[in-house]
T-cell receptor, first 114, second 113 residues
Framework: NAGVTQTPKFQVLKTGQSMTLQCAQD?????MSWYRQDPGMGLRLIHY???????DQGEVPNGYNVSRSTTEDFPLRLLSAAPSQTSVYFC?????????????FGSGTRLTVV | GESVGLHLPTLSVQEGDNSIINCAYSNSASDYFIWYKQESGKGPQFIID?????DKRQGQRVTVLLNKTVKHLSLQIAATQPGDSAVYFC????????????FGKGTLLTVNP
């Protein structure tokens, strides 16, 4: 049972480049989300999904797109990277609210935009 | 806007002592709270949670206390060990959606041997 898997672990992009951060979970969790973590800012919600085919915006969605075609996968797309998107990105999943386990987080993707 | 906050950004304790990490929340509609531990270079790890219909919950060496009157949450770690050194985050569910959590900025706990 791998839990939540994020790839890549590290990435350097040039301003204007695009890329997709991958997130996969093998726990059949309905809910998945993306957070970014910046120094002194805590974790901020970018986008989330309550099930396949359903996505919604979080606190800081600008510059990011998501899709949820399967229960397992929830990729995060940066269409035109900007230096302000330099951050550590975490994917998280949860069965539903009535659980004693909260969110399960991936190990993160450290993105640098130059 | 409303947010989850922490009273102390850093906490340094001696090995074997008890640690108390505090968190304030401002949204009275929040009904679910979680504490996470994040070690350097890793993702947050679930420690313990509590719902608003409870005021205390205990786990292994950890206790979470919830005071709804003053909107305060605390995490107590008994007999703190060097492996407990990490950043600790509290998170709240802001009501209206049972899935979205808002995280505080974190407290760095350092355990001195």
């Amino acid at each position: 049972n791998a839990g939540v898997t994020q790839t890549p672990k590290f990435q350097v992009l040039k301003t204007g480049q695009s890329m997709t951060l991958q997130c996969a979970q093998d726990m059949n969790h309905e809910y998945m989300s993306w957070y970014r973590q910046d120094p002194g800012m805590g974790l901020r919600l970018i986008h989330y999904s309550v099930g396949a085919g359903i996505t919604d915006q979080g606190e800081v969605p600008n510059g990011y797109n998501v899709s949820r075609s399967t229960t397992e996968d929830f990729p995060l797309r940066l269409l035109s990277a900007a230096p302000s998107q330099t951050s550590v990105y975490f994917c998280a999943s949860s069965p539903h609210r009535d659980t004693n386990y909260g969110y399960t987080f991936g190990s993160g993707t450290r993105l640098t935009v130059v | 806007g409303e947010s989850v906050g922490l009273h102390l950004p850093t906490l340094s304790v001696q090995e074997g002592d008890n640690s108390i990490i505090n968190c304030a929340y401002s949204n009275s509609a929040s009904d679910y709270f979680i504490w996470y531990k994040q070690e350097s270079g890793k993702g947050p790890q679930f420690i313990i949670d509590i719902r608003s219909n409870m005021d205390k919950r205990q786990g292994q060496r950890v206790t979470v206390l919830l005071n709804k009157t003053v909107k305060h949450l605390s995490l107590q770690i008994a007999a703190t060990q060097p492996g407990d050194s990490a950043v600790y985050f509290c998170a709240e569910n802001l009501g209206g959606s049972n899935y979205k959590l808002t995280f505080g900025k974190g407290t760095l706990l350092t355990v001195n041997p």
